[in-house]
């Protein structure tokens, strides 16, 4: 017995604005067996318009059918595959962490190496904030875990091919 490979495949949707939009894209996907793992939606320049970014885990040899299922939808305008693309990919996340006066510089100094900032200080407590790659955030939050890290709030990817090329 052959088992397919998961691999994550980053598509930027763009849609009508309109309610229920959101379900039927995501019902096609779980129909295939994909498991959503990251979403974004936005408006876009035009108020009409929103544009998801979808990071999604599975069976590659489906991704091409589900993206001709979702470009079927009513309210789809275009739905395009970034994977292996050269694109930007960035996300953010909020992190809080357990940081008393003690522990305050060396935190600073993880975020700093990561580029990222604190947002907010208490007594006890700080919240860093980060933009980069998956891997980037992953290396980060591995060092922040000797500090108890107290919540976790990731905005998922977006995506953005370079240069003129639309995305």
């Known amino acids: 017995m052959q088992t397919s490979a998961i691999a994550s495949h980053t598509l930027s949707v763009v849609v009508a604005n309109?309610?229920?939009?959101?379900?039927?894209?995501?019902?096609?996907?779980a129909r295939r067996g994909f498991n959503i793992d990251s979403l974004v939606?936005?408006?876009?320049?035009?108020?009409?318009?929103?544009?998801?970014?979808?990071?999604?885990?599975?069976?590659?040899?489906?991704?091409?059918?589900?993206?001709?299922?979702?470009?079927?939808?009513?309210?789809?305008?275009?739905?395009?595959?970034h994977t292996g693309e050269d694109v930007v990919v960035k996300e953010m996340a909020l992190v809080k962490v357990h940081a008393g006066v003690a522990a305050r510089t060396e935190v600073l100094q993880i975020a700093d190496h990561f580029k990222a900032e604190s947002v907010d200080m208490t007594e006890t407590s700080m919240i860093i904030m980060a933009v980069g790659d998956s891997e980037k955030i992953e290396a980060m939050l591995k060092l922040l875990k000797k500090f108890k890290v107290v919540e976790l709030c990731r905005t998922g990817k977006v995506v953005m091919a370079r240069g003129e090329e639309p995305t």
């Open 18 to 29: 309109k309610p229920g939009v959101l379900a039927r894209i995501a019902h096609v996907f």
């Open 41 to 81: 939606v936005s408006s876009s320049m035009e108020g009409n318009v929103s544009r998801m970014t979808i990071t999604a885990l599975g069976d590659p040899a489906n991704l091409q059918q589900i993206i001709e299922q979702v470009k079927k939808l009513v309210d789809v305008i275009h739905c395009t595959d």
